[in-house]
């Protein structure tokens, strides 16, 4: 079936080092991704997204790159701070709904 | 959150009894959605609305019913709470259907 998933769900990282969290999709139809980060008992917070006319989109410290050959994209944080630990989802449109379907998300744990 | 008030924030009910969850938003947004969270399952859709009285089930609709009178406004009811629908419960809005979703901060549900 269609699904989003997460390659790690816990990455440990170093603050000041940058930080790459991946998610792979199967379904090829996908033209939309959104990555969201959940601190916790907070709801999920949109961070950045993509449409698959891009390979590449930058915004404040993050940047996100999609690779629809292999169906894989990946959020690359830059300069990691404390403050970025929390649980990070990828999601695209999928699934008999055509709704987002969310990935169960990759740990960050920042490391002073 | 994205002007997205969801009420109650927590909620203790015993198996058998009907729990109704609100979600309002004040951007006049045109899709709203309900989403329950549970470790190893990520966020699963619920029921989503495109308009009002105008709704459709997700992929984990079983046991939940919703409606939506009002723009802003839009009800999860569990009929006969099951220990099975104990979860953290999030709403969501969009202003279309492939754009991203801003989510609330979430209804922890127990039921007993």
């Known amino acids: 079936g269609e699904s989003v998933g997460l390659h790690l769900p816990t990455l440990s990282v170093q603050e000041g080092d940058n930080s790459i969290i991946n998610c792979a999709y199967s379904n090829s139809a996908s033209d939309y991704f959104i990555w969201y980060k959940q601190e916790s008992g907070k709801g999920p917070q949109f961070i950045i997204d993509i449409r698959s006319n891009m390979d590449k989109r930058q915004g404040q410290r993050v940047t996100v790159l999609l690779n629809k050959t292999v169906k894989h994209l990946s959020l690359q944080i830059a300069a990691t701070q404390p403050g970025d630990s929390a649980v990070y989802f990828c999601a695209d449109p999928g699934g008999a709904t055509n709704k987002l379907i969310f990935g169960t998300g990759t740990l960050l744990a920042v490391q002073p | 959150d994205a002007g997205i008030t969801q009420s109650p924030r927590h909620k203790v009910t015993e198996t058998g009894t009907p729990v109704t969850l609100r979600c309002h938003q004040t951007?006049?947004?045109?899709?709203m959605y309900w989403y329950r969270q549970d470790p190893g399952h990520g966020l699963r859709l619920i029921h989503y609305s495109y308009g009002v009285k105008d709704t459709d089930k997700g992929e984990v609709s079983d046991g939940y019913s919703v409606s939506r009178s009002k723009t802003e406004d839009f009800l999860l009811t569990l009929e006969s709470a099951t220990s099975s629908q104990t979860s953290v419960y999030f709403c969501?809005?969009?202003?279309?259907?492939?754009?991203?979703?801003?989510f609330g901060s979430g209804t922890q549900l127990s039921v007993l």
């Open positions: 969501a809005i969009s202003r279309a259907e492939d754009e991203k979703l801003f």
């Open positions: 951007e006049n947004h045109r899709y």
